[in-house]
Each structure stands twice: as C-alpha cells, then as structure tokens.
C-alpha cells in the first residue's frame, strides 16, 4: 500500500473505522437496564389528519398501551371488545404452537427449513386484526400470523412447507414462503426487502384505480439496508401512496445485531423524517399497541393522507431459522432478560386482569389450538412429507415458467421425464 | 398508411395499447410531461392522464418493484428503463421477481408487463449508454427477450409485448431509431421514410413474439442477426455481392429455431451478428444451437461477429463497433473454401 507524501499527513489524526458490536456477546450477562422504555400510555396520539413531521417526535418514542399492571392505558388505546382480544389471543398462540411442531418436524427430518417467529406473534396477528381482509400484505418470512389469523388452513401451510402432493406450490418453493391471493398475502421472496416497494407498487394501483383497499408492506430491520428499503420510502412518499410499511426490528439478522443495519444512530421508525412521511415507533410485543398503530397508519392511508413507517420493537426470541444457532454470537439467556417481555403473556395478563379470562380457560384454549395444530398436522403428512417428494410427475417442474411452455423447455421437460425413467 | 420512424411506430403501439387496455400504465424517468428523453412516450400524457402516464424517480428498482406490485394489483405496466445501461439496479426485480412470480405462485400471481429500454451503441454515449446487455436477460428463465429493428415491427411487437400474458424485456435498438443503418458512420443518415418497414398500419396489429423475419432469402450463407446489426449486415452482403440468406430473429426467447435450422441447413454456412460482446453473447447460444442441429450441414465454422469484451469506449467507439470492416473479415472466412 502506497502512502503517498507523508509530510503532509504527518500531524493528520489516522482515520478509523467503526464495526458496531452488540452489547453482549456469548458468556455475556444481558442486561438492558440502560434501555430506555417509557412508560405504556406515555405516547400521544395525534389525529390521523395531521402533517407527517407531526408524528415524527413517535419515532423516538415508543407507543405502548398494556402497563406494567396489565391495564390498557393511554390515548392510544383501542378499545378492543373482548372477543377480538380473545381472536388475537387465540391467534398467537396458534402460532407459536404452529412453530414448535414445524420447527420439531423440520428436525425430524420431515422437511428441509423452517423459521419461527417467536417473541414476534403479536405483530403480525393484531395487524391482521386491524386491517380489513381484502388489505393486502406483502410479508416477509416472519409474518406467518397473517395467515393464520386470516384463517388460511394450517394444512395448505403444512402441505407448502412439506412441498408434498397437496402443496398449491407444487413444490417449487422452499418451505414457508407461502403465497395465497385469496388472503392478500403476496408469494414470499427469498431476496430480502423486494417485497417493500412492491407493497408500494400494489398501493399506487389502487390509487390509480380510485380503489378503497390499502397495501402494507413488511421489512425486517436488517433487510433496511437493502436499496429496495429507500425505493419504497421515496415512491411511497413522492406519489402520497396509500401504504402501511411496517419494519419489524427483532434486533438480529441472523448473526448480525440491528446496528450493522444502522441502529446505533437512529431508530427504524425514523428513517421516515428525511422522507417526510408519517412515522411511529410502537412496542411490538403489546398486541394492543401493535393493532392502535396499525388502525391508525390505514385510516391515515385510507383518507388519502399518505403512507405511514411503523417500527415494531420487538426481540427475535429464537434463531434465524433452522439452519441458525444463536448461541454462536449472543448469550444464550439474553431472550428471557429482554424487558418488553412475552406478547401472549401479556396479552393473557391484560385479559386476565380486565376478568375476562382466567388459567383455565387459558389451559383449554391452548389444548384446543394444540389439537387443531396435530390435526392439521396429520391430514397433511397423510398428502406426504419432503423426503418422499420429487419423484412424480416431473413435468410439472416445466410449467408456469411461462403461460406456455415453449419449445426449449419441452426439450427439456422430455429429457427430464427420461431421465425419470432411466 | 403513415410512414413512421421507429420512435413514432413506438410512440403509436403506446396509443393504440393504452385506448384500448385501461390497464396499461406507463411510467419511467422523464416519460410523463416531456415524453422521454427519445421522445418514445411524448404526449401520452396528456391523451391519457397523469395517473396512467408518470415521471419516476431516478430508481430503477423502485420503477421496476412498483411495476411488480402494480402487476399484482391487475394493472399492465409498460415501464421505460432510460438506456439498457441503467438497467442493473432494477436487475434483482427483473432476475428474481418478475421473471419468477408466475413460476413460484404456480400461475396464482402473473407479471403481463413490458420493461421497455434503448440499448446498442453508435451514437457516442460512452461506456454509459451504449451498452447491449441482453444475454444476461435471455440466460434468465421466466423473461421473454424482443428486439425490433424496423418501424413495422417496433409497433407490431410493442403490441404483441404488451398483450403478452408473461414479462418482455424489450430492448430498442436507439442507433436505428431515426432511420437504419448500415455500419458507414462517416455517410449520412438515411431516413427511415426510404424504407419499406416505415410504412406503418394505423391502429392495432401485431407482430408475433416468437417468430424470426428471413428479411432477405438467400443460398450462400445464413447470417444471423437482430436490432441494429440487422442493417449492418445486409449491408455488407450487398458490399460484397453475397447471396446471403439474413434472419433478423426478432424474438431471442422463445427463439425461432425452426427458421434458423431450416436455413442453415439449406445454405450450410453460418455467420452469428450482434453489438454485445462476445464471451458469453447470445451469439454463443446461436453457435451451440446450429452445431447441435445443423452439424452435419455445415460446411464452414460457424463465425461469430461482435463487439470486442472491452467495455464501450467512446472515443474508440467505431473501433469497437462492429462494423463493415469485422463483417468483411468474417464473411470472408465463413465463406472460405
């Protein structure tokens, strides 16, 4: 390496560069003491008319609506009935007991991936909840919650994730990466963040059309980074678009800590200042603030006021996926030490508190969803389970690359049923 | 009949498609109020409306991403990429979400759009706007790939792109915008009005995708060739007195392979045309292919005529070119002994 003329750089401070570190590594104590979390119903609310850089004090703050006593306080909260609270409830605990068996079936051997989303339930349930059903969703891997809260059949996602004879997907697709128009939830992609400006793309259709159905889109914190992040954020912005983008912080990708991604300086939430859009940062672990945000970024978009950023600080309880150990690069414990806490807890705590729940029925309700999720789990092992998949009818691999299959791929489809043969 | 320049035949396709599809949206940089900066797309807006004909921002992924989520909702985007130079940052888009969505729905979600984008050299734009990048568009499965390189068949193909139900990636050759051209860059412009493709239907036509044009018949050769290059090599076969056989394919994928073998197998020889560079063109796919079908027909070394792997340099640009002189050459060799 050259250096060049150095006389002149003599008394010139030698430059260095920043690798950010997260607070604890492997052996550490986590401790977030220094954390700052403010107090539940601390957070104004302002009316969904206001001009964006009137929300803009939201993206350091943190909207929160269940206390520490369990009591749903502040302008924020939504007055949910209880039997919406239940469904939400209901739906996180679904979730994480979809989780557990596909992420023990994965183990098994009984297919090739699979991704969890635990300590993240509440975001994607409550959303479905605040949204109307005709929404639609452009999600990452994370938001499985839509699905199921949208009452998508746990067998068609069991029978995606399996790739096997009742597979919609006909086993193109790596497990998890769903895909269902009937429930507005766009094909998931492996290629992070695309989905962002897409959700854009979809909205400014519906503006086009004079529509009354908005799009949200869904990025995780690391994915922030990617270009596609920016381009949603100046379309969204420039064409007003009717869009709710939801970045989901859970602090990891895959190894990396939520400062490579650029947390050290700013919060997720306030990458909307510079883009002049509305912007809040919300506690992503409180269904309750989760569905408040979210209510309130689609009447915002529905009246034509514009897109809104929404930061959900939430934890990733668990690894990346299957393929991913944490203990590799974070302390083991660090989970249990995060302060925002479990979202079914306290959602449980809320409804409890409010007497509208008790252990009981919240031993029963999970036994029910267990048994949905083992019955479901049954019927589509009955339709086969990764190993035994890929045999049979070959030719369908050559379909859908187009409308028609030209005469390249029907060369090349005869050569692959040969082979078959062979 | 209209006799139009290939900017005028596009320009026309836009009408015609945009009265009678009310889906068909079309956005890109500079393309709503001033009509692009090749004029492709000049006063569509007015005729349609700021909302189905827009400006974008300088964000070729976004122009790309929001045409995605566009074709998601039922709408028909026809995006403009300013110059194929400045495709590659809407390339992940293209690659992995355009090419691939009716594959990976299983035909539940579908991507009916056009990616328009003036590419080729020729006009002294530098390493920046003068590149022919379709081959790392062909190599992706899920893309049609078009190239015009006449008026009639600008508009024709337009049409046919747009009521194609899978993505096109159509690729202007902007050299021959104005009129064809024939490899002399030292000779005046002819106008396309000389020519006979200039005359242009009024209204809806098409040009079908897929299928190559022998724009000249012939026994001593088969040149192949598309866009451009077209004109450049019935040129040089005219220089030379050459009964050559010239297919302008039109179409790379699906490629009409049936024209080309069929040909190939009646002349025997074969020379391969294109701007882009050599290593890995989509030349080298049109040699693999006539081997593969044509083997024990040829008679000489299927020869290859290109732009040199370098990247376009501008003031060297008809040193790179391949022009007269690279045709000369390799029409001597494929025609040797």
């Known amino acids: 390496m050259s250096n060049r003329d150095p006389d002149l750089r003599r008394n010139a401070p030698h430059l260095e560069l920043h690798v950010p570190e997260p607070a604890f590594r492997p052996g550490d104590t986590p401790d977030f003491s220094a954390l700052t979390i403010p107090p539940a119903g601390s957070a104004p609310r302002p009316d969904t008319a206001v001009p964006a850089a009137e929300t803009h004090p939201l993206t350091t703050a943190l909207v929160r609506v269940l206390g520490d006593d369990n009591k749903a306080v502040g302008p924020w909260d939504p007055r949910l009935d209880p039997d919406t609270l239940r469904k939400i409830l209901r739906d996180m605990v679904t979730v994480r007991i979809f989780d557990d068996r596909m992420y023990r079936a994965q183990r098994q051997g009984k297919t090739s991936f699979y991704m969890k989303c635990t300590g993240e339930e509440a975001i994607a349930t409550a959303t479905a909840a605040a949204l109307s059903a005709e929404d639609m969703h452009f999600p990452t891997y994370r938001q499985q919650g839509l699905l199921i809260a949208r009452g998508y059949p746990l067998t068609d996602m069991m029978c995606q994730i399996y790739s096997n004879k009742g597979d919609k997907l006909q086993g193109r697709q790596l497990p998890i990466m769903y895909s269902d128009k009937k429930h507005g939830f766009f094909s998931i992609s492996g290629n992070l963040a695309t989905q962002f400006p897409q959700a854009v793309g979809w909205a400014m259709g519906a503006a086009i059309k004079g529509d009354s159905r908005i799009a949200m889109g869904w990025v995780g914190d690391g994915a922030t980074a990617e270009g596609d992040f920016h381009s949603a954020m100046t379309f969204a912005a420039v064409y007003n678009v009717p869009v709710v983008l939801a970045t989901v912080n859970n602090q990891w990708a895959i190894s990396s800590f939520s400062g490579i991604a650029g947390a050290e300086r700013a919060t997720f939430a306030q990458r909307a200042v510079g883009y002049g859009i509305a912007g809040l940062r919300v506690d992503g672990n409180d269904a309750l603030a989760v569905y408040a945000a979210v209510k309130w970024a689609a009447e915002r978009a529905r009246s034509n006021r514009g897109p809104t950023l929404i930061e959900f600080f939430t934890y990733r309880a668990e690894g990346h996926s299957t393929s991913d150990d944490p203990s590799g690069y974070r302390p083991t414990n660090e989970a249990k030490a995060w302060p925002l806490g479990d979202p079914i807890e306290r959602l449980k705590a809320h409804l409890v508190a409010i007497g509208e729940w008790d252990d009981d029925r919240h031993s029963k309700m999970t036994t029910e969803c267990d048994e949905q999720v083992r019955a479901a789990q049954k019927e589509s092992e009955k339709l086969g389970i990764l190993p035994q998949q890929g045999k049979d009818h070959i030719e369908t691999m050559f379909d859908d690359v187009y409308a028609d299959v030209p005469w390249h791929l029907a060369e090349q489809r005869d050569q692959a049923i040969a082979e078959g043969r062979d | ?337």
């Not at chain 2, 900066?37 to 409306?49: A, C, D």
């Not at chain 2, 009005?193 to 009024?202: D, G, N, Q, T």
């Not at chain 2, 070119?321 to 050459?329: E, V």
């Open chain 2, 1 to 337: 009949m209209p006799t139009f320049n290939m900017i005028q035949a596009l320009n026309d396709a836009h009408k015609v498609m945009m009265a009678r599809d009310p889906d068909v949206v079309v956005f890109g940089e500079d393309v709503g109020y001033f009509g692009g900066v090749f004029r492709v797309t000049e006063g569509l807006q007015k005729q349609f409306g700021k909302t189905r004909v827009f400006d974008a921002p300088i964000s070729e992924g976004g122009i790309v991403a929001t045409a995605v989520g566009m074709a998601t909702y039922g709408l028909k985007p026809v995006i403009e990429i300013q110059f194929a130079d400045y495709i590659y940052p809407g390339y992940d888009q293209i690659v992995s979400e355009v090419a691939k969505i009716r594959y990976r729905t299983a035909a539940e979600w579908t991507m009916p759009m056009v990616i328009r984008t003036p590419y080729g050299g020729g006009i002294f734009g530098g390493q920046t706007h003068s590149q022919s990048p379709e081959s790392l568009f062909t190599h992706i499965a899920g893309l049609k790939v078009v190239i015009p390189s006449t008026p009639y068949d600008a508009k024709g193909l337009l049409i046919a792109a747009i009521e194609d139900p899978d993505p096109v990636v159509f690729f202007e050759p902007k050299r021959i915008y104005n009129g064809p051209f024939d490899g002399h860059h030292d000779k005046p412009v002819k106008p396309w009005s000389k020519h006979p493709a200039s005359e242009v239907p009024e209204g809806h036509y098409t040009v079908p995708i897929g299928k190559a044009a022998v724009v000249r018949e012939g026994a001593d050769l088969t040149i192949l060739a598309y866009g451009t290059m077209v004109h450049v090599a019935l040129a040089a076969i005219e220089e030379r007195g050459l009964d050559a056989e010239v297919i302008d394919l039109r179409t790379l994928v699906p490629l009409d392979l049936d024209t080309i073998e069929e040909s190939v197998k009646k002349t025997g020889r074969c020379l391969v045309v294109h701007e882009a560079p050599r290593t890995s063109g989509f030349g080298a796919e049109l040699v693999a292919l006539v081997q593969e079908r044509c083997f024990y027909h040829l008679e000489a070394p299927v020869e290859r005529v290109t732009g040199w792997d370098t990247p376009y340099p501008h003031a060297y640009e008809w040193a790179y070119f391949p022009g007269p002189k690279r045709m000369k050459r390799a029409l001597e060799k494929v025609m040797a002994d």
